[in-house]
C-alpha cells in the first residue's frame, strides 16, 4: 500500500514537472473559515477554470502572465483576484457571505461550474442552504429527500428516505459521509435520513459513469460532506421541531487554525405520544384487554475536528454515530368468565421485542498541497452498522405452566479501510486524479437464536442458525484524468478493483471514460461509458419499505454485481449563467443483482443465507431533463424523467423479464426556493409520479398439500387441499399516481449569521393519499349480502402541517 | 455582471399576510377527507379449470377437476386444509406422446361440511349427523402410468374454457441401502442413489415404519371401549431420521435435527452414484411398531419440488416475504400436474 501511494505520488510529480506555472490554494467562507467545495475559479480571459475539491483546494495552470481570475460560488459574492497576487503559487482566496439587498456578482463568473464545461455527466450538487430551505416533512430537513427531487432519482415508498437511481436499488449507491461508507442511511424505519441537515456543507450525487476514484457500486454515488466548524467565532444553532429537537455548536479551538464542530438530534416522538399511549391502557386495563407499550426514538450525533496546523496542511476527525430504537411489549391478562361474570385470573401473557439498528463510523483525514500543482488526501476510514431484532414471549407467567420463549436476529457490517488521492494539474489540458484504496469488510449476515424453555415438561431449547462472519478485502487502484483540447474535454477513467473473500477472488476492470464537446458558445453534446462491479449486496425485504431489516451481505458463492452504462445528452446554460439545463438518456444493464426467493425472507430459519437467494440481471434505459434557475434571491427547478426498468431472475416469474417494483415512466419534481423580503422566504417542492409497479393475484385455487412433506398423501388425490393464489404478471399492476405538493413559509425574527426563524411547513398541502402499503379489506354488500374483499391502498401521511423555530446564538 | 437591488419594503407586511393568507386557504381546499385508505381498482377475474394431481408412477392416474375463484372473494369454505369441492361433469383425457390412451372415469363422492353426534352409549351405537353436502368426486384412469411416460391431461368443464398440463413421469431412483445397528441400538443407513446423466433431477428422501396392530375405538353400551386389533397386513406410518450429509441437511426444511422429508437436487452429484448416510432409532413412536424401516426415495417434477421449496420458504403470516408465486402447469386454467416415481428399500424388523 505504501509502496503503491509513493510510486503513484512520484507518478504524479514527474509528470508535471515539466507543465506550464500552476496557481493552487484554497477557497473559504470568510466568516467561518469552512472551505468552499466547489466553488468556480475561472478565467475568463483564457475561458479556463478549475473547481475546488472536497477539501475547498483548486490547482489551475496557468501562463506566466497576470491573469484575472473571479472566485465564485453560489450565495457568496464572487471576487476577482490577479493570478500574479498568489505568492510561491499559492493564492488562497475567502469569500463573504451575500445579505440581502447587496449589489452581488452574479455568477457569469462561474464558467468553471457550467455542465457544459464539464465532461462529467449525471451531476448534481446541492448545499446545506437548499436542504434547510425546502419544505420539510413534520419540520425536519432531510438531505435525503431533497435528493429524490433531482432527475433520474426517485424514493421508494411514499416518505421513506430511499434512492433509487436510474432503476437501481438503493444499494447501488455508494452513499458517503465526509468519506466513509454508510450502509443504513436512516432513522424512523426510512422515514428520516441520518444526516443532520444542519451539519452538512454539500451533497453532491453523480449517476451514471462516476469518476474512478468511486467504486464498489453500480450506480451512483452520493457524497455528503459535513461542515468544517466556524474557525473564527463560537457560535451556536438548534432548531426544535415536532419530531425532534437538534443543537449544532460549533467554534474555534485556535483561531483560525482549529475548530470543533458538533451536532446532536433526538426524537421526542415518545413524549408526544406517550400520554395518549397510558390513556389507551389505562382504558385497556379497566376492560381486562391487552394492553400495549410502545416506543420509537432515533438520535444522532456528529462531531468533526478541523485542524490547519499551516496554510498546505490540515487535518480532519470526524465521527458519526446514530441509532434507532424501537421497542414494544403486550400484556394480555386470562379472564375467567363463570356465569356470565368474568375476572381476570391473574394469568398474562406478555408478548415484546425491539429492534435496533444504528452506525458509527469515523474518518481521519491528512490533507496536503504537496506543490502548487500536486494536492494530497490521506484517509483512515472506520464503519460499523449493526442490526438487532428481537421477540420474546412468556405465556401463562404467574400461571402453572409458563412457556417463554426468545428470538433474535442480529446482522450488521463493519468496515475499516485506508486510501490516498491526489490531484495533479498537470498541465497541457490534464487534471489527474490518482489514488489507491484498501478495505476490509466483515459482514454478520445474520445469526437466529432461539431460547426457550417449557416449564411444564422442564424441556429448554437453545438454538443458534446463521453462519459465522465473513471476511472480505477490496484493493483498488485509480486513475482519472481530465483533459481539455479545445472544444473537446475527456473525461479517462479507470478503476482497478479486486474483492477477495474466501477462497473467491473478484477482480474488476472497470474504464470511465467522458466526453464533451462544445458546440457553441455555452452548448456542449456530452456522452459517458462506464462499467462497475459491486462486491455487496443488499437483500431487502418482500416488502420493500426500507426496513433496516434489509440485510447487507457479501459477494461469497454468489459473486459481485455486475454493470455497464452509456449516457449522452446535451447540456447548456444561459448568458448570465444563472440557469443551467442538461438532457441526458442513458442505458444501463445490471447482472449478478441478488433477490430473496418467493416466499423466503431474512426471517427464515436457515444456517446460510445463500440458500434463500437468487441471483438475476436487470436493465434500464431512461431520459432525464433538468433545469434550473439560481441567482441569490431564487433557486428553482424542474426535473423530468422518462424511464423503463426490468428485472429478470430464472427462479421467479418463470425467468421473464418483469417491471421493477420501484419502475417509475415519468417523474416529474418541481422545487421553488425563493427569498420574498429580508423576512420572509418561501418554498415549493411538487413531485408527480407513475404509480408503483405491483403483483396482484388472478385467481386462488385448490392444490395438493405439499407442506405435509408426505409422498402418498400427495398421491392419494384426497379431499382436502390447500387453497393458493395464482397471481398476475410479475408487478404487472400499477397503483395509482404518486403526487405530493409541499409547502414551506420560514419568517425570520432575525437574519444574518445568528438567524432566528419560525417556519411553517405543510407536507402533501393538497391531501392526496399516496399508497404506503397496500391491503385487503373485507366488506359485505348491504343489497347481496356477499362478502368481497376490496383492495386498499393506506397512506401513512395526509395533509400534515408542522410548525418548527430554528435559533442561533 | 449586473446590480441587483434590494426590493422596498413598503407594502410588504401585506403581500406576506396575502400568501400566508392563500397557504392557509389551499389547506382548507385539501378538505377535511383525512382518512387514510384509498380503493384501488383491481383487474377483472376470468375463472378456469383447476386440475390437481401428482401422477405416482405404477399407479393408475387420478385428478380432481375444480374452478378457480375470485380472489378478491370470501371463500365461504374457510382456509387452510379443509374439504374442497370438486366435480365430475365435465371429461379428462389422458394422452402419452401426442396419443390418447384413456378417458379417466368419473367418480361422484359425496363430501360433507360438518359432521356431529356420536357414539350413544344408551344404543352402543354410532350416531352421527352429516351436514352441507357437496359434490367432491374424482377422475381415475385404469392403467397404470409408468416411469418415462411423456403425458397430457385434457380437461373440460362445461362452461370454461378447456385447460391441459403436460408431465413427464420420472424414471425411478436407482438405490441401494444398507443397514448396520450402532451400539447404541440406532440404525445407520447408507443410501446409494445412482443419479443419471444431466442436470434438473430432483428427489426426496423419507423413511417409513411400519406397526401390525392397531387400538381402536369401538362404540358399545356403556361407552366407547379401546380393543386391540391385528392387522391383516402391515401398515406404514412416515418417520425421522437424523443425518449430517451436507446435501441433505441444506435441502431440509424443519427445525432441530429430525428429519421427515427431505427435497435435494443433483446439482452436487449430476450423473454420479452419491452415498447418504442417515441414522435412525431402532424403533418408532408407534405403539405396535414392528422394527421394520423402509427407505424411500422418490424422484419428483420440476414444478413439485419448487413447490415444495417455496412453500416450505413460507412462514406463516411472515410480513417480509416476497408473496409466494407457486408454480404453475395447466395452461387455460390453474393447477399443478406433477408426477413422481418411488423406490423404496425395506429393513426387516422383529420377526421380518
Redesign the interface.
Known amino acids: 500500500m505504501v509502496r503503491l501511494a509513493v510510486g503513484l505520488a512520484v507518478l504524479a510529480v514527474a509528470a508535471g514537472a515539466s507543465a506550464q506555472p500552476v496557481v493552487s490554494g484554497t477557497v473559504t467562507d470568510a466568516e467561518t473559515g469552512g472551505v468552499l467545495i466547489g466553488a468556480a475559479v475561472y478565467a475568463p480571459a483564457l475561458d479556463r477554470g478549475a473547481v475546488t475539491n472536497a477539501y475547498g483546494h483548486f490547482s489551475l495552470p496557468l501562463p506566466a502572465d497576470s491573469v484575472r481570475l473571479v472566485v465564485s460560488y453560489v450565495g457568496y459574492r464572487a471576487q476577482e483576484v490577479r493570478s500574479d497576487s498568489a505568492v510561491d503559487g499559492r493564492l488562497d482566496v475567502a469569500l463573504r457571505p451575500v445579505d440581502l439587498g447587496e449589489v452581488v456578482v452574479e455568477a457569469d463568473a462561474a464558467g468553471a461550474r457550467r455542465p457544459e464545461s464539464t465532461p462529467q455527466m449525471g451531476e448534481v450538487a446541492l448545499s446545506g442552504r437548499d436542504v434547510q430551505a425546502l419544505p420539510a416533512a413534520l419540520g425536519e430537513a432531510d438531505v435525503l429527500k431533497a435528493v429524490q427531487l433531482l432527475p433520474g432519482v426517485r424514493a421508494g415508498q411514499e416518505g421513506t428516505a430511499g434512492l433509487y437511481v436510474r432503476g437501481g436499488s438503493p444499494d447501488q449507491t455508494l452513499v458517503l459521509l465526509d468519506g466513509t461508507p454508510l450502509y443504513n442511511a436512516s432513522h424512523l424505519f426510512g422515514f428520516l435520513s441520518t444526516f443532520n441537515a444542519d451539519a452538512v456543507s454539500r451533497v453532491e450525487l453523480t449517476k451514471g459513469a462516476y469518476p474512478a476514484r468511486f467504486g464498489g457500486r453500480l450506480a451512483s454515488v452520493l457524497d455528503v460532506r459535513l461542515r468544517d466548524g466556524d474557525l473564527e467565532r463560537h457560535r451556536v444553532q438548534g432548531q426544535v421541531g415536532l419530531l425532534s429537537t437538534k443543537v449544532l455548536a460549533e467554534g474555534p479551538i485556535v483561531p483560525g487554525r482549529a475548530s470543533l464542530l458538533v451536532s446532536g438530534r433526538r426524537t421526542h416522538i415518545n413524549l408526544l405520544a406517550g400520554p395518549f399511549i397510558d390513556r389507551a391502557n389505562e382504558r385497556a386495563a379497566q376492560r381486562d384487554e391487552a394492553q400495549i407499550d410502545p416506543s420509537l426514538s432515533f438520535y444522532d450525533l456528529n462531531a468533526k475536528l478541523n485542524w490547519r496546523p499551516s496554510d498546505r496542511d490540515r487535518l480532519y476527525l470526524s465521527v458519526y454515530r446514530g441509532g434507532d430504537a424501537f421497542a414494544f411489549s403486550a400484556l394480555d391478562p386470562e379472564i375467567d368468565c363463570v356465569d356470565g361474570a368474568c375476572s381476570a385470573t391473574g394469568v398474562e401473557n406478555v408478548t415484546g421485542g425491539g429492534l435496533d439498528w444504528g452506525s458509527l463510523t469515523g474518518s481521519l483525514r491528512y490533507t496536503r498541497a504537496l506543490s502548487p500543482r500536486l494536492f494530497g488526501a490521506l484517509t483512515l476510514t472506520a464503519s460499523d452498522y449493526g442490526f438487532d431484532v428481537e421477540v420474546t414471549s412468556d405465556e401463562g407467567r404467574n400461571g402453572p405452566s409458563p412457556v417463554t420463549a426468545a428470538a433474535r436476529y442480529r446482522s450488521g457490517i463493519r468496515d475499516l479501510g485506508a486510501r490516498l488521492d491526489l490531484d495533479l494539474a498537470a498541465g497541457r489540458g490534464h487534471t489527474l486524479r490518482l489514488g489507491a484504496a484498501l478495505a476490509h469488510h466483515r459482514f454478520t449476515p445474520g445469526a437466529l437464536s432461539i431460547l426457550g424453555e417449557d416449564a411444564a415438561d422442564g424441556v429448554p431449547a437453545d438454538t443458534t442458525l446463521g453462519s459465522g462472519p465473513t471476511d472480505g478485502l477490496e484493493a483498488v487502484v485509480y486513475a482519472d484524468d481530465t483533459w481539455r483540447l479545445g472544444p473537446l474535454t475527456l473525461g479517462l477513467g479507470l478503476h482497478l478493483a479486486a474483492y477477495a473473500t474466501g477462497p473467491a477472488v473478484y477482480p474488476s476492470v472497470e474504464p470511465r471514460l467522458a466526453a464533451s464537446v462544445a458546440l457553441r458558445p455555452r452548448l456542449a453534446l456530452k456522452a459517458s461509458a462506464a462499467v462497475t462491479q459491486q462486491p455487496v449486496h443488499l437483500l431487502t425485504t418482500g416488502a420493500g419499505i426500507g426496513l433496516p431489516a434489509d440485510l447487507w451481505v457479501p459477494a461469497d458463492s454468489v459473486g459481485p454485481e455486475r454493470g455497464g452504462q452509456v449516457a449522452a445528452g446535451l447540456a447548456g446554460s444561459s448568458r448570465s449563467g444563472r440557469t443551467t439545463w442538461s438532457v441526458e438518456g442513458y442505458v444501463r444493464t445490471m447482472d449478478g443483482l441478488v433477490a430473496y426467493r418467493d416466499g423466503a425472507a431474512f426471517s427464515t430459519p436457515t444456517d446460510d443465507w445463500q440458500e434463500l437467494v437468487v441471483t438475476g440481471e436487470g436493465r434500464s434505459r431512461g431520459l432525464e431533463a433538468f433545469v434550473e434557475h439560481r441567482t441569490d434571491r431564487l433557486t428553482a427547478w424542474v426535473a423530468y424523467t422518462l424511464a423503463k426498468t426490468d428485472r429478470r431472475f430464472d427462479a421467479i416469474a418463470d425467468g421473464a423479464w418483469f417491471p421493477y417494483r420501484y419502475d417509475r415512466r415519468h417523474d416529474v419534481s418541481a422545487v421553488v426556493l425563493a427569498r420574498l423580503s429580508r423576512r420572509v422566504d418561501v418554498s415549493v417542492a411538487a413531485v408527480y409520479g407513475t404509480g408503483d409497479a405491483v403483483t396482484l393475484p388472478a385467481a386462488t385455487y385448490d392444490a395438493t398439500f405439499l407442506s405435509s412433506g408426505s409422498i402418498p398423501y400427495w398421491t392419494q388425490s384426497v379431499p382436502h387441499a390447500a387453497s393458493e393464489v395464482a397471481y398476475g404478471p410479475r408487478n404487472g399492476h400499477r397503483l395509482p399516481a404518486y403526487a405530493r405538493l409541499d409547502l414551506g413559509v420560514t419568517v425570520y425574527l432575525a437574519r444574518g449569521p445568528r438567524p432566528h426563524s419560525v417556519s411553517l411547513d405543510v407536507y402533501n398541502a393538497l391531501n392526496r393519499k399516496n399508497p404506503f402499503v397496500t391491503l385487503l379489506d373485507e366488506r359485505t354488500d348491504a343489497e347481496t349480502g356477499e362478502a368481497r374483499q376490496q383492495l386498499v391502498g393506506i397512506s401513512l401521511f395526509p395533509v400534515l402541517p408542522s410548525l418548527s423555530y430554528r435559533f442561533a446564538f | ?7 422596498s ?1 413598503s407594502g ?1 407586511l401585506g ?2 399576510a396575502g ?2 393568507l392563500g ?1 392557509v386557504a ?2 382548507a381546499v ?2 377535511c ?2 382518512s ?8 377483472p ?4 379449470v ?1 386440475a ?5 408412477a405404477g ?1 393408475p392416474a ?3 377437476l ?1 374452478v ?8 365461504s ?1 374457510g ?6 369441492p ?1 366435480r365430475v361433469d365435465g371429461r379428462v383425457v389422458l394422452l402419452r406422446d401426442g396419443v390418447e390412451v384413456e378417458e379417466l372415469r368419473a367418480i361422484s ?1 359425496t ?1 360433507y361440511r360438518a359432521t356431529a353426534g356420536g357414539c350413544n352409549a344408551a344404543t352402543g351405537l354410532v350416531e352421527q349427523t352429516r351436514t352441507g353436502p357437496f359434490e ?1 368426486g ?1 377422475y381415475r384412469g385404469a392403467a397404470p402410468v409408468e416411469p418415462g411416460d411423456r403425458l397430457e391431461l385434457r380437461t373440460e368443464l362445461p362452461g370454461l374454457p378447456p385447460a391441459s398440463a403436460r408431465v413427464a413421469v420420472p424414471e425411478a431412483p436407482v438405490v441401494e441401502a444398507t443397514a448396520t445397528e450402532l451400539p447404541d441400538g440406532r440404525r445407520r443407513f447408507a443410501v446409494r442413489l445412482t443419479d443419471p446423466p444431466g442436470l434438473g433431477d430432483r428427489y ?1 428422501l ?1 423413511i417409513t415404519r411400519e406397526y401390525d396392530r392397531v387400538t381402536r375405538s369401538e362404540c358399545r353400551v356403556g361407552g366407547r371401549a379401546d380393543t386391540v386389533v391385528a392387522l391383516a397386513r402391515p401398515a406404514s406410518y ?1 418417520s425421522h431420521f437424523s443425518t449430517s450429509d451436507p446435501v441433505l ?2 435441502g431440509a426444511r424443519e ?2 435435527s429430525s428429519i ?2 427431505v427435497t435435494f437436487p443433483d446439482d452436487a452429484f449430476d450423473g454420479r452414484t452419491r452415498e447418504f448416510v442417515i441414522e435412525a432409532t431402532a424403533v418408532g413412536s408407534h405403539e405396535f411398531d414392528t422394527g421394520a424401516v423402509v427407505v ?1 426415495v ?1 424422484a419428483m417434477t420440476a414444478e ?1 419440488y ?10 406463516d403470516e ?11 402447469n395447466v395452461e387455460g386454467g ?3 400436474v ?1 408426477a ?1 416415481a ?1 423406490t423404496e428399500v425395506r429393513f426387516p424388523g422383529r420377526g421380518g
Open positions: 455582471m449586473r446590480a441587483v437591488s434590494a426590493p419594503r410588504r403581500t406576506e400568501r400566508v397557504l389551499l389547506l385539501a378538505g377527507d383525512l387514510s385508505s384509498l380503493d384501488i381498482e383491481t383487474p377475474y376470468e375463472a378456469g383447476v390437481r394431481a401428482v401422477l405416482a399407479q387420478q385428478v380432481r375444480s378457480s375463484r375470485d380472489p378478491y372473494a370470501v371463500d369454505a382456509t387452510g386444509l379443509v374439504q374442497r370438486s363422492w363430501c367432491c374424482i426426496g423419507t412416515r441437511v441444506t427445525a432441530g421427515h422429508f424411500q422418490t413439485l419448487d413447490a415444495y421449496q417455496i412453500t416450505n420458504f413460507e412462514l411472515n410480513p417480509f416475504a416476497e408473496p409466494a408465486d407457486l408454480p404453475l390453474y393447477g399443478r406433477g413422481v418411488t
